[in-house]
């Protein structure tokens, strides 16, 4: 029987498997007239839906009935992948104990179970992922590590429970930003608190900007106050701004206030010799003119 989802039967399995209709699935099993890991338009197969829907059961009996536990959609995706994406924990559990290989990657991004688990922030599967084998130190195709995918998405208690495993929290994506970079950006203050206790620097990524100047250029004042009590640099970065530079030029005066306070020259020029006064007169933000009008 053709493996290609051709008849409705083919559909009918499916959709008992997005249901968990146990009845239904055996069935239509028991007919004859499907082959159990037939897959939709998207390369989809029964499992991957029963998975991707909590239906522990379903799965147990798909499995049963001969679906490859390990089988791929055309982008590499498995059933378990599916499961940790949408936080199905016992799922995850019965996938692994049905044989499951935690370390499978998706083709052109490099997604394993893990890394969906810590990019959702489903912190109990990565636990159980790693508990059965899942590789630590794998990274997407960019360089994005578990704790870094974690963070870009505020999730500071799976944070927390990879780097206690080890996870580096150093580590940078391929453009050389960092974790505490992406979660400044994102203005996760919880995050960036959490990363600052465990001493992670703000350093340029390849583009020469700090996680500072992109909170900074973000509004993100929280995260521009934890970061600023770590004494960092206010002067003329690599991307030939300074931080003060992007207060004035996205009109948030209550960072611009800040950056003073800390010790931001107003008097600094950027790369194309402007000050940050003079950014302030060309976007008319009068308020931000008149405090950098005051500072001597």
Do not use: S
């Given at each position: 029987m053709s493996r290609k989802m051709e008849t409705s039967w083919d559909a009918r399995l499916h959709k008992a498997a997005k249901e968990g209709d146990l009845y239904k699935l055996q069935e239509i099993l028991d007919s004859g007239r499907v082959f159990v890991d037939c897959v939709d338009q998207s390369g989809i197969k029964p499992l991957m839906w029963a998975a991707g829907n909590g239906h522990e059961a379903a799965c147990v009996l798909l499995i049963d009935e001969g679906a490859q536990v390990n089988a791929m959609k055309p982008d590499g995706a498995t059933a378990l992948m599916f499961a940790s994406q949408n936080g199905h924990g016992k799922v995850v559990e019965t996938l692994l104990?049905?044989?499951s290989d935690p370390n499978l990657k998706t083709k052109s991004i490099g997604g394993t179970a893990l890394l969906i688990a810590a990019q959702s922030g489903h912190t109990q599967i990565c636990k159980t992922l790693l508990d059965n084998g899942a590789n630590l130190y794998d990274c997407l195709a960019d360089g994005a590590n578990a704790i870094f995918l974690s963070a870009q998405n505020g999730h500071v208690e799976t944070i927390i429970e990879l780097a206690n495993r080890g996870c580096p929290i150093e580590k940078t994506r391929n453009d050389g930003t960092n974790a505490l970079w992406v979660s400044c950006q994102m203005g996760h203050e919880?995050?960036?608190?959490?990363?600052?206790k465990r001493n992670i620097?703000?350093?340029?990524?390849?583009?020469?900007?700090?996680?500072?100047f992109k909170a900074t250029q973000k509004g993100n004042e929280?995260?521009?106050?934890?970061?600023?009590?770590?004494?960092?640099n206010l002067f003329l970065l690599n991307n030939g701004e300074s931080v003060l530079h992007a207060a004035a030029l996205f009109g948030h005066l209550?960072?611009?206030?800040?950056?003073?306070?800390a010790g931001a020259n107003p008097q600094t020029k950027n790369k194309h010799g402007e000050t940050p006064l003079a950014l302030a007169q060309y976007?008319?933000?009068?308020?931000?003119?008149?405090?950098?009008?005051?500072?001597?």
């Open positions: 104990k049905e044989g919880e995050v960036v608190n959490e990363l600052l620097k703000d350093v340029e990524r390849n583009d020469g900007a700090t996680g500072l929280a995260v521009v106050k934890l970061l600023l009590d770590r004494n960092p209550n960072i611009a206030k800040l950056l003073i306070e976007m008319n933000y009068d308020q931000i003119i008149n405090l950098l009008r005051k500072v001597k």
